[in-house]
């Protein structure tokens, strides 16, 4: 049974820098895209930002620059260090491979 399972949500203040992560149990997903996605109150999920099998990656528009997204095939797992938070960027992020969705981590940026 496939499992992705996020950590690393809370609060921040503005500016401030959160780290996500994602484990996958279940199967692998070394040879797959690999993404984060978000979802604010009212809106619609969205990209984040998403990493090929050999390290390509992608990033949204409202993101570039402030995050990286890594990850570590060996360990079935893919990070999204966020960095110069603002309060925008408050959602649930989820992890996201091949149709499979974690529950998502909630990150909230306020003062």
């Known amino acids: 049974q496939v499992q992705l399972v996020e950590s690393g949500g809370g609060w921040v203040q503005p500016g401030g820098a959160l780290r996500l992560s994602c484990a996958a149990t279940?199967?692998?997903?070394?040879?797959?895209?690999m993404g984060w996605y978000r979802q604010a109150p009212g809106k619609q999920r969205e990209l984040v930002a998403s990493?090929?099998?050999?390290?390509?990656?992608l990033y949204g528009a409202s993101v570039k620059g402030r995050f990286a997204i890594s990850r570590d095939n060996a360990k079935n797992t893919v990070a999204l260090e966020m960095n110069s938070l603002k309060p925008e960027d408050t959602a649930v992020y989820y992890c996201?491979?091949?149709?499979?969705w974690g529950k998502g981590t909630l990150v909230t940026v306020s003062s």
């Open positions: 996201g491979v091949l149709g499979y």
């Open positions: 279940g199967r692998s997903f070394s040879s797959v895209m």
């Open positions: 990493i090929t099998s050999n390290g390509g990656t």
